[in-house]
């Protein structure tokens, strides 16, 4: 080997073979020599430049000072990674914190002894990596900001996309403005509605908070398509889920009622609006429009009780069901109905009387007689697919839930006046039609009679309005024919629809008010023929009494809860000498001691009811069977 390393250098350098064949027997005689040379003894020098004669010795590398070495420039040497046999095994996965220095050592290209391979001893070693299947417990704890998983990078990547996404369309929605109509915002909004129809954008829209910015202003917005577009998102947000308190609070800070108001002033369907020169709208964003108007109709579960969502969505229905969704989350959220008053609720002044108009084009009186008009879709046609019998039943469920709250405040004096004309003229039309067609009050009929129920409470101008309207007969011979076929069901043992017996307590309900606060209840209903229905009441009454006391299924003992509101409109009629008279004729006893048994049984369980209830509900129930306590003693004393 020593003889083939000598010849080697003759052929390359031989001009300085005595003096390297020198340091070489130097080098092997010494035993004391530095421990540096000693482990690079046997080495050859590396060349400098391929165009140069020079060596550099790595003797004079070692020993010379490090800021008099000096190196000439080479060519760089390939990095190459040692070939090693393939064995088979677990294969690495990218999970695999793989790191170039974590597997064998790297080939810096350059033979050995070369200041690249002196580099490669001067690197640190590699810290042993776990094996893809150990489980034990990391040492020095988790890794800081390392990806665990493919599926955290891919997550990673759709958040990146999201946000962009979202910044674009956001940046391209804008503000409302007074002038004209943007196109870029009107794209932008319908995009929006149809991506959030997707899951996963919905969640990371919420997650985002994006609401905050979408309805900043909503109520200055001014133009109907953009309009449209938003009510069509609220829909989508609302009907989803429960909306938080930060969303119903943007709503009512940023007057989205106003925005309301605009769209139920157009009833045309949006696709049809959008035809009209005066729009603005180009044949690409009518088709995009024609889109959202399908997509809002597959949400099916938001147009129940109707069977099927309407064939046309104007402006104004899908403001009713935005309106209608945003008055459902402030009762959840509240826990009643007092968020709806005036206020800061969802209805106010201006959406009242607009509510009030739509059900007002709906009855006959509001049509002409000669027949150039088309006939109305009427209350009792029932909820049906039909785009305006659906605009009917969203503004009487929003009338009737804020019913409640606006007849308990200052502008119950002005429902009495202006409203209670459109209630009592829509009562009396399904009143008249269910008696000639013998058949159940529908959807709509019975939110006109909640209304009736709600606006009559505690008010006897109301109530003095509606008896002489003669609602209370035409209530009475309903409720008379009703109660004769529950008994006979009864009697008989057959079943009976419960949706019946809940419509008869309906009835019983709303006839109760009037009678309670109109003293003039009886008399009137006497003087207009009415003894004669009472007697049908009545007769009820005793046979029902009987039937609900034996009573051994559940169905049947809904039973005394009827024949109790039975016996306390009886009581308050009773309180007229012409009707007392016709109760003790028909009575087996000849007085009054049956109507008044039920009526203290009542008291009974309704205050049990109301101490199990909560403290304002509680009192509610006081209230009542004080009154109805006062009734018993004034039926006593007549008795006497």
């Not at 031989?14 to 020599?33: H, I, L, R, V, Y």
């Not at 590699?126 to 997550?155: C, M, N, T, Y």
């Not at 309900?509 to 009886?522: K, L, Q």
Request: proline letters at 5%.
């Amino acid at each position: 080997m020593e003889n083939e390393s000598s010849s080697d250098e003759e052929e390359s350098k031989p001009t300085e073979e005595p003096k390297a064949k020198e340091n070489d027997d130097d080098d092997g005689a010494s035993s004391d020599e530095d421990p540096i040379l000693a482990r690079y003894r046997d080495i050859r020098s590396t060349p400098v430049s391929e165009g140069r004669g020079g060596y550099m010795d790595l003797d004079s590398l070692a020993t010379a000072s490090p800021s008099k070495i000096s190196i000439a420039p080479s060519t760089p040497a390939t990095i190459t990674r040692r070939a090693t046999a393939r064995r088979p095994g677990v294969k690495f996965t990218y999970n695999l914190e793989r790191t170039m220095l974590a597997e064998e050592p790297v080939d810096l290209g350059g033979p050995q002894g070369s200041d690249l391979s002196l580099l490669e001893s001067l690197l640190p070693e590699p810290e042993a990596k776990p094996a893809s299947f150990d489980f034990d417990d990391d040492v020095d704890g988790p890794s800081q900001g390392a990806i665990q998983s493919i599926h955290e990078l891919r997550q990673a990547g759709a958040n990146s996309r999201f946000a962009d996404e979202l910044v674009d369309i956001m940046d391209r929605v804008g503000a409302p403005s007074a002038g004209k109509p943007s196109s870029a915002r009107r794209s932008a909004l319908l995009e929006m509605v149809q991506k959030l129809q997707e899951k996963s954008f919905l969640r990371h829209f919420r997650d985002q908070g994006a609401e905050l910015q979408l309805f900043r202003s909503v109520g200055k917005e001014t133009d109907i398509v953009a309009g449209y577009a938003i009510a069509c998102i609220v829909i989508t947000l609302l009907a989803s889920g429960s909306a938080s308190h930060r969303l119903l609070r943007e709503f009512r800070q940023h007057k989205i009622k106003d925005l309301f108001l605009s769209l139920l002033a157009v009833d045309a369907d949006i696709v049809v609006f959008s035809r009209d020169r005066r729009a603005n709208v180009s044949n690409h964003m009518r088709q995009q429009l024609g889109n959202l108007k399908e997509t809002i109709k597959k949400l099916s579960a938001i147009w129940k009780p109707a069977s099927t969502p309407p064939s046309d969505l104007s402006p104004r229905t899908v403001a009713l069901k935005a309106l209608y969704l945003y008055a459902q989350q402030l009762q959840s959220t509240s826990g009643g109905i007092s968020s709806l008053d005036e206020d800061d609720g969802a209805l106010n002044a201006a959406l009242t009387k607009e509510l009030f108009a739509v059900i007002s084009s709906a009855l006959p009186l509001a049509y002409d007689d000669d027949g150039s008009t088309p006939p109305p879709p009427l209350l009792s046609s029932g909820l049906s697919s039909d785009a305006e019998s659906v605009d009917l039943y969203l503004a009487l469920s929003l009338l009737e839930m804020h019913s409640v709250s606006a007849m308990q405040s200052d502008i119950s004096a002005e429902w009495t006046r202006h409203y209670l004309p459109i209630i009592a003229n829509a009562l009396e039309d399904s009143l008249e039609r269910h008696q000639k067609s013998n058949r159940r009050l529908n959807d709509l009929e019975l939110l006109v009679l909640k209304l009736a129920l709600n606006t009559a409470n505690n008010n006897p101008d109301a109530a003095r309005y509606y008896v002489d309207k003669g609602l209370l007969r035409k209530l009475a011979e309903q409720s008379a024919g009703a109660l004769t076929g529950v008994v006979r069901s009864a009697k008989t043992g057959e079943e009976f629809a419960s949706d019946a017996l809940n419509e008869l307590l309906l009835m019983l309900g709303v006839m109760i008010n009037f009678s309670e606060n109109d003293a003039a209840a009886g008399e009137t209903l006497a003087q207009g023929g009415g003894l004669a229905v009472f007697d049908r009441l009545g007769k009820a009454f005793l046979d029902g009494t009987a039937v609900a006391s034996e009573a051994d299924s559940e169905e049947k003992s809904q039973l005394n809860v009827a024949f109790a509101y039975l016996s306390i409109l009886l009581g308050y009629l009773c309180l007229h000498d012409p009707i007392y008279q016709a109760f003790r004729r028909l009575s087996p006893s000849g007085s009054l001691k049956p109507l008044l048994e039920s009526i203290r049984q009542f008291i009974i369980l309704h205050d049990q009811i109301g101490k199990a209830e909560n403290s304002e509900h509680g009192a509610e129930a006081s209230h009542f069977t004080a009154r109805l306590r006062a009734l018993t003693q004034e039926l006593d004393a007549r008795a006497y």
